[in-house]
């Protein structure tokens, strides 16, 4: 299987890229993100406690975001060529939650693709999609700056646990969309 992680700041272009490579490489993309706005659209529990920290630009709890990802798998993974993860793990503990229900399921995350994007640059482009998005998380500068924040401490370390294992690749996260999507399918080829 390819399971891919997209790994990036908010505002990165993780989502962009990953519709694009879900569909050259026939992937399922999983964006806890997505899987969370729905939860709270459909006001499940899950959903409403989700809320509290979402706004705040803080992460949902590892136990509630791992449990969906836990779902997610089994429902999908009969079906599928891999998966592209967007927007998780986020935490350490999220990185190795996710290491062990792949390897319960006889497969592995094959790498982890690195999204470069100055701090300048995701602040414009996060109040400029804030504009149209509909989300208001991407409204409030500071809500966008904690969440940049929560990305440096909490977040990076999941790149030291994959490089540790030599399955990081940074890849620049800034230009066209076409030449940033090309320079992650070189990236994903070179994975073997
Ligand atoms: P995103 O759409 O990926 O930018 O996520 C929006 C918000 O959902 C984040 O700011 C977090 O509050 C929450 N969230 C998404 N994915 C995760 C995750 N893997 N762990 C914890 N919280 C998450």
Do not use: W
């Not at 969906?68 to 793990?89: H, R, S, T, Y």
């Amino acid at each position: 299987m390819l399971n891919i992680i997209l790994f990036g700041p908010p505002g990165s272009g993780k989502g962009t890229q990953a519709a694009i490579l879900k569909e050259k490489y026939g992937l399922e993309h999983i964006s806890t993100g997505d899987l969370l706005r729905e939860e709270r659209t459909q006001k499940t529990p899950l959903g409403l406690e989700a809320q509290r920290f979402m706004e705040q630009g803080l992460l949902v709890p590892d136990a509630v975001v791992i449990g969906m990802i836990g779902n997610k798998l089994d429902e999908k993974l009969a079906q599928v060529n891999g998966f592209i993860f967007d927007g998780f793990p986020r935490t350490v503990a999220q990185a190795q939650a996710l290491d062990q229900l792949l390897a319960d399921k006889h497969t592995a995350i094959k790498g982890v693709l690195a999204l470069q994007v100055s701090e300048d640059e995701l602040l414009k482009r996060l109040l400029q999609r804030g504009l149209t998005s509909g989300r208001e998380d991407d409204r409030d500068a500071e809500v966008i700056r904690k969440r940049i924040s929560v990305y440096n401490n909490s977040t990076i370390p999941v790149l030291d646990h994959y490089g540790a294992m030599g399955k990081s690749l940074c890849v620049n996260g800034e230009g066209s969309i076409e030449d940033i999507s090309s320079a992650l399918s070189h990236a994903i080829n070179s994975l073997g």
